[in-house]
C-alpha cells in the first residue's frame, strides 16, 4: 500500500512526525540551482555598447567566469588558439609581440574593457603574447558559448559586433599616435589619453608602444618634468 503523505496540519495537531531531511543533500542541490552573480560593471559595460534587457543580460551573465592572474603572467601566447574573451574587473595588461631585438607593446587594457586575442572568431593562432601588468580579476567566456548565443540570439551578436568595432578603434588609437612625428608630442598625447598606463608601467614597455628608445623616452620625461 501506498505511504500516504501527511498534511501540514496533521503534523502541527497531532503525534505526526515531519520527514526526515538529509541536510547534505539539500545543500548540494542548492549548489547546483545557485543563481549566478550579477556583475555590476560588465551590465554597466554591456548597457554602454547597446541597450540589452535584463532577460538577455542575464543569458550572457552566466556563461561568464572569474580569472585571477597574478603580475607578469602570460594569459594567451602566440602560437595559441585563444578560446575566451576577457573582461577586466580590475588591473593592466597589454599585448605584445616579438620583434627582431625587443618585445613591441601593442596595446594596454584596464578595468571596464574588453579583451579579444587576434584570431579569436576564426580560431586560428593568436600571433601576440598577453600578459598581465597588475595582479588581475578577470572575466571570460568561451568560444563555444560565444558563438552558441549569438547563433541564438541577435541581439547577443550584436554586442559581439560592438566589442570588434571597439576593438578596432582601440587599434586605430596606436596608429594615430604613431603618426605623430615628434616624440615629445606622442609622449604628450599619449599621457592624456592614458594617465593610467603612463603611472603604472614600466619605462622599457611604455617605450616599445611608443617606439622609441628606452633612453628618449627618459629624455622625454626629464625634460617634461621641467615645464
Known amino acids: 500500500m ?85 573582461f577586466i574587473q580590475k588591473g593592466l595588461l597589454r599585448g605584445y609581440y616579438m620583434g627582431e631585438k625587443e618585445t613591441i607593446t601593442t596595446w594596454f587594457a584596464g578595468p571596464d574593457q574588453f579583451i579579444i586575442p587576434h584570431n579569436f572568431f576564426s580560431q586560428e593562432s593568436c600571433n601576440e603574447y598577453i600578459q598581465s601588468l597588475d595582479d588581475c580579476s578577470l572575466l571570460s567566456i568561451s568560444h563555444h558559448s560565444c558563438l552558441k548565443m549569438s547563433l541564438e540570439s541577435n541581439d547577443i551578436a550584436k554586442i559581439f559586433f560592438k566589442l570588434l568595432e571597439e576593438k578596432q578603434l582601440q587599434s586605430d588609437a596606436r596608429e594615430r599616435m604613431l603618426r605623430i612625428p615628434n616624440a615629445e608630442k606622442r609622449y604628450q598625447s599619449m599621457v592624456k589619453l592614458m594617465p593610467v598606463v603612463h603611472q603604472n608601467v614600466k619605462d622599457d614597455t611604455l617605450a616599445s608602444y611608443m617606439n622609441v628608445t628606452r633612453r628618449h623616452l627618459e629624455r622625454i620625461k626629464i625634460k617634461t618634468s621641467r615645464k
Open 2 to 86: 501506498k505511504e500516504q503523505i501527511p498534511y501540514f496540519g496533521d503534523m502541527l495537531y497531532t503525534k505526526t512526525t515531519f520527514p526526515h531531511i538529509d541536510l547534505q543533500i539539500a545543500e548540494q542541490l542548492l549548489h547546483k540551482t545557485k543563481t549566478p552573480m550579477i556583475h555590476t560593471a560588465l551590465r554597466r559595460k554591456i548597457g554602454s555598447l547597446c541597450p540589452v534587457t535584463d532577460e538577455i543580460f542575464q543569458t550572457l551573465n552566466r556563461d561568464f567566469n572569474p580569472l585571477s592572474l597574478s603580475v607578469n603572467q602570460i594569459l594567451i601566447s602566440a602560437e595559441q588558439v585563444p578560446d575566451r574573451i576577457f
